[in-house]
């Protein structure tokens, strides 16, 4: 999530949290960070003769990396290896992480942080939105700190994950997403990886699902794709590929 301060970010992420009925954990990045300030740390406990390994906030369901591009690229990097394989290596052991595992990480884009964040560290990211100010009647709202009494979904979380792997997808939908791949990496250095794609279908999945469908159509994927690519490619690159498509 890329906005300025004060708009909710962070209170979007705890709501997120607090819906779907899953653990949450915020860090606050900074330019002192270590690694194991986030995955965690193996200590020499006395009592018992032994190390052992104390585990960090990443062992959570969903994370908050907030401001992660004031961290430094070593401590950016904790995030990798946990949110490409949900899991985590500490002196050669490997820890596993939840099932539902998700991380958001916000960063202020007038700000443009200390330590910018490499591509492979955007590509793991499956989608940047921009929430913006909130319109007068729920600013409103908040002046009044209305509170909203929310439903706990976490039962529910498998059975529409595994309702949205069903979604059906017409052959012509892979191609429209891998055409948009093409011309990506035709108009840019770096173009969408295969992980992008991968994302591109998934949400768009996830999306016809939402909108009560059991298949994807063209303006699914149509209207994922800008939050899919903004991250990944320059600002408004998104734009030249679709004008791009239909030019073709």
């Known amino acids: 999530?890329?906005?300025?301060?004060?708009?909710?970010?962070?209170?979007?992420?705890?709501?997120?949290?607090?819906?779907?009925?899953?653990?949450?954990?915020?860090?606050?990045?900074?330019?002192?960070?270590?690694?194991?300030?986030?995955?965690?740390?193996?200590?020499?406990?006395?009592?018992?003769?032994?190390?052992?390994?104390?585990?960090?906030?990443?062992f959570t369901e969903i994370f908050l990396a907030d401001e992660l591009n004031r961290a430094t690229p070593k401590a950016q990097s904790a995030l990798l290896e946990a949110m490409e394989e949900r899991q985590v290596s500490v002196d050669g052991i490997t820890y596993f992480l939840p099932d539902d595992f998700f991380v958001?990480?916000?960063?202020?884009?007038?700000?443009?942080?200390?330590?910018p964040l490499p591509l492979s560290q955007l590509d793991r990211?499956?989608?940047?939105?921009?929430?913006?100010?909130?319109?007068?009647?729920?600013?409103?709202?908040?002046?009044?700190?209305?509170?909203?009494?929310?439903?706990?979904?976490?039962?529910?979380?498998?059975?529409?994950?595994?309702?949205?792997?069903?979604?059906?997808?017409?052959?012509?939908?892979?191609?429209?997403?891998?055409?948009?791949?093409?011309?990506?990496?035709?108009?840019?250095?770096?173009?969408?990886?295969?992980?992008?794609?991968l994302s591109l279908l998934d949400i768009s999945k996830a999306y016809a699902m939402i909108n009560e469908r059991d298949f994807v159509i063209d303006e699914d994927i149509f209207t994922i794709f800008k939050y899919v690519s903004r991250h990944r490619l320059e600002r408004d690159g998104y734009k030249k590929i679709i004008y791009a498509y239909y030019k073709s």
Request: aromatic content about 12%.
């Open 1 to 58: 999530m890329e906005d300025v301060p004060g708009v909710g970010k962070t209170t979007l992420a705890k709501t997120l949290a607090e819906v779907f009925g899953l653990d949450f954990k915020r860090v606050q990045f900074s330019a002192d960070m270590l690694p194991s300030d986030i995955i965690g740390v193996n200590f020499f406990d006395i009592s018992k003769k032994e190390f052992v390994f104390k585990k960090g906030p990443i």
């Open 104 to 115: 958001i990480a916000t960063q202020n884009p007038n700000e443009h942080g200390i330590y």
């Open 125 to 197: 990211f499956g989608i940047s939105i921009s929430i913006g100010y909130p319109q007068r009647e729920f600013e409103k709202q908040i002046l009044k700190s209305q509170e909203v009494k929310l439903k706990d979904f976490k039962e529910e979380i498998s059975f529409y994950k595994q309702k949205a792997k069903e979604i059906f997808v017409d052959e012509k939908i892979y191609d429209l997403i891998l055409d948009l791949g093409d011309i990506s990496r035709r108009l840019f250095s770096t173009g969408l990886s295969t992980r992008a794609l």
